[in-house]
T-cell receptor, first 115, second 110 residues
Framework: DAGVIQSPRHEVTEMGQEVTLRCKPI?????LFWYRQTMMRGLELLIY????????DSGMPEDRFSAKMPNASFSTLKIQPSEPRDSAVYFC?????????????FGDGTRLSIL | GQQVMQIPQYQHVQEGEDFTTYCNSS?????IQWYKQRPGGHPVFLIQ?????EVKKQKRLTFQFGEAKKNSSLHITATQTTDVGTYFC??????????FGSGTQLTVLP
């Protein structure tokens, strides 16, 4: 079975440019999470969706960040304009429906470098 | 959301030695999950603990949930080089999101 699929795997761009990260969750999973991982701040939850609806975006650092989930099989995280401090590994994860906390399945991540 | 402290931040062991990482919370937890992230990889779910005093084993890994459900530990017996990575605990909030501990980075010296 396919896991969570993220693209691109690596992204290098200049500051000020728009960056779009993509995620395809595991089929049948109804919760989707976007995380950012850095050495300084560890693994931070940015936003999560349940049944395609954003539930909690309190982790989104600034208005430059936005996330959408137009359907159950696709989500995007956009940064516009990008800044060097946005450099990090961005993970998407999904989990199945159920009560309580279900295990989260992570994609391979997007390694983002803003020059 | 829930906050959890994880210690130690780093651990270097000789191959064959044991390893333990701890997670502590000031509040009672409904459950706790453990993940492993290999260098350059992504977090991978290992196990979930739900019951007070619960102990679960996966080969050389032993997971414990405290009686008060405020702490948990992961113990690896006789480490191997394949155990290298960062081990995270994660605790659930009121909804389905998780808050991850800061992780313990394990280095196993051959």
């Amino acid at each position: 079975d396919a896991g969570v699929i993220q693209s691109p795997r690596h992204e290098v761009t200049e500051m000020g440019q728009e960056v779009t990260l993509r995620c395809k969750p595991i089929s049948g999973h109804n919760s989707l999470f976007w995380y950012r991982q850095t050495m300084m701040r560890g693994l931070e939850l940015l936003i999560y969706f349940n049944n395609n609806v954003p539930i909690d975006d309190s982790g989104m650092p600034e208005d430059r960040f936005s996330a959408k989930m137009p359907n159950a099989s696709f989500s995007t995280l956009k940064i516009q304009p990008s800044e060097p401090r946005d450099s990090a590994v961005y993970f998407c994860a999904s989990s199945p429906q159920g009560s309580g906390n279900q295990p989260q399945h992570f994609g391979d991540g997007t390694r983002l470098s803003i020059l | 959301g829930q906050q959890v402290m994880q210690i130690p931040q780093y651990q270097h062991v000789q191959e064959g030695e044991d390893f333990t990482t701890y997670c502590n919370s000031s509040t009672t937890l409904s459950n706790i999950q453990w993940y492993k992230q290999r260098p350059g990889g992504h977090p991978v779910f290992l196990i979930q603990l739900v019951k007070s005093g619960e102990v679960k084993k996966q080969k050389r890994l032993t997971f414990q949930f405290g009686e008060a459900k405020k702490n948990s530990s992961l113990h690896i017996t006789a480490t191997q080089t394949t155990d290298v990575g960062t081990y995270f605990c994660a605790v659930g909030g009121s909804a389905r999101q998780l808050t991850f501990g800061s992780g313990t980075q394990l280095t196993v010296l051959p």
